[in-house]
């Protein structure tokens, strides 16, 4: 019944419809073939490239964990642990059923990327890199860190204009009617918790951790940077879940009218994220003046 009110006032609120997007950014017609490159790609690939130029103006301030040479192997590294440790992480948390499809868990094309596996895939690249180099990988993930909320943002931007994963249904003034969301087409107006999470994952944690690099010394502490990005990210994650409709292969459990399968997989970044910041100020050590070279007086 309410819902069904809400849908009946649904001509009062913005439509996502009349905003004019598309997923599709750039039609291409190469050799009689036609491709679309969609947002979605360009906010990965944007995510990257701008992450990577904000990460060599992180390396040219005094003590950092790895030459520039690096960087660019970590960039290899870290695109890999992101396409392969998101698309596995969406797998196994999301779609585990895909299993029996072999075929359909290559169609990165259609979407399905997990973030927390993503997270877990650049952690492993990172870690590679650190030992085959002879370097702190703890400090390099506070580098990296600080880095990530580039590609949250722009990943947020395009889930919104792909018009995927909308919120639940409300009446407060700001709320978007997207469609074909219930069948029927009595589309009720909802949260753009898109918005909210390119808000609170890009905009604000970019800007505590951007504070916490340039204006005070916890990149010299070990594990404080990305200590904060962890707790930040589930928090933020934690909070939006609440306006966001959770995801469709999960209805009929208790994860779509409860808690959600995205809350649940921040709780271990939550809890890991207060341990890193608890315990960095004991980590803290004597800074190399470039890295990989010993200390010195």
Known sequence: MILSQVAAASGHYLHFTDLGLSPVALPIHLFGHEFDLKWYSLAYISGILVGWWYLLKLLDQPGAPMARRHADDLVFYATLGIILGGRIGYILFYHIDMVTRPLEMFRLWDGGMSFHGGVIGTSLAIIYLARKNGLNWLRIHDYVAACVPFGLFFGRLANFVNGELWGKPTTVPWAIVFP?????????????????????????????????????????????????????????????EFFREADSQFQGTFLYTTIHMGQILTLPMIIGGVYLIWTAKGRRERIEPVAGTESVA
């Not at 009595?186 to 505590?208: C, K, N, T």
């Not at 005070?216 to 404080?224: C, F």
């Open 180 to 240: 074909h969301t219930v069948a029927g087409g009595m589309d009720p107006p909802r949260h753009p918790s898109q918005l909210y999470e390119a808000g609170l994952e890009g905009i604000v944690l970019f800007a505590v951790l951007a504070f916490m690099f340039w204006r005070t010394d916890a990149r010299y502490q070990p594990g404080k940077l990305v200590g904060t990005f962890l707790l930040g990210y589930g928090l933020s994650r934690f909070f939006v």
